[in-house]
């Protein structure tokens, strides 16, 4: 499986309803970014909004990344708005294991998410128990930065300790994903690829099947 999951972040905030529905059809999963101005310098969107594009698009997987400190306090927030899959940072809090089991209690997928510079080693002990890792290769808070090279490699070793483990999560990757180096990144072991810019600069559904093209 390879999706491309596009990020709201970089649509028209004033259309976001319509950017949608140009891509809805051609997609699975949209990607939601959470921010507090706290964990990144940067404020988004909140449950009531993850609620409202729930009720209004059904279909579609609700994949809300979580960038916020004390991800505790809002995890509850997110399950009541019914997403289907939410991640949290693996920086921002002590308690993986404890986060994991709520979210996945909750009926929801649950994910860790890791900065650029953050080792994998530190994902280890959560590897049994998450359903989807989110590899960060721009430094989150914004959209439209440059894809961090060496997350190539990170996005490799991270297949290799779920073969070599014998798990069967998903590896998410997030951040400067575009039609040059859509293919590298998928081959590297990317199955979900989170692209907000590439796909909402300009039309979105053109973009789209430009970036899906890269993936035959
Ligand atoms: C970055 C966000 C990303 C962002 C990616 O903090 O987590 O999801 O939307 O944007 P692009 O694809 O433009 O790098
Ligand atoms: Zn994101």
């Not at 509850?76 to 693996?90: I, Q």
Request: net charge negative.
């Amino acid at each position: 499986m390879k999706e491309i999951a596009p990020s709201l972040l970089s649509a028209d905030l004033l259309n976001l309803a319509s950017s949608i529905e140009r891509v809805r059809d051609r997609i699975k999963i949209l990607h939601l970014d959470i921010m507090d101005g706290h964990f990144v310098p940067n404020l988004t969107f909140g449950p009531f909004f993850a609620e409202a594009i729930k009720e209004k698009f059904p279909g579609l997987r609700l994949d809300v990344h979580l960038m916020v400190s004390r991800p505790e306090e809002v995890i509850p927030w997110f399950l009541e708005a019914g997403v289907d899959w939410l991640s949290f940072h693996l920086e921002a809090t002590f308690h993986h294991h404890r986060l994991l089991m709520k979210i996945k209690e909750g009926g929801v997928k649950a994910g860790l998410a890791l900065n650029p510079s953050t080792p994998l080693c530190l994902l280890g002990p959560s590897l049994p128990y998450v359903d989807f890792v989110l590899l960060l290769t721009v430094n989150p808070g914004f959209g439209g930065q440059a894809f961090i090279e060496e997350g190539l490699g990170k996005i490799a070793r991270l297949r290799e300790m779920r073969e070599t483990g014998g798990y069967s999560f998903l590896i998410e990757v997030d951040g400067g994903i575009k039609r040059e180096n859509i293919r590298r990144i998928a081959e590297a072991g990317a199955d979900v690829l989170v692209a907000g810019s590439a796909v909402f600069s300009g039309d979105p559904l053109r973009n789209l099947l430009y970036l899906k093209e890269e993936l035959k």
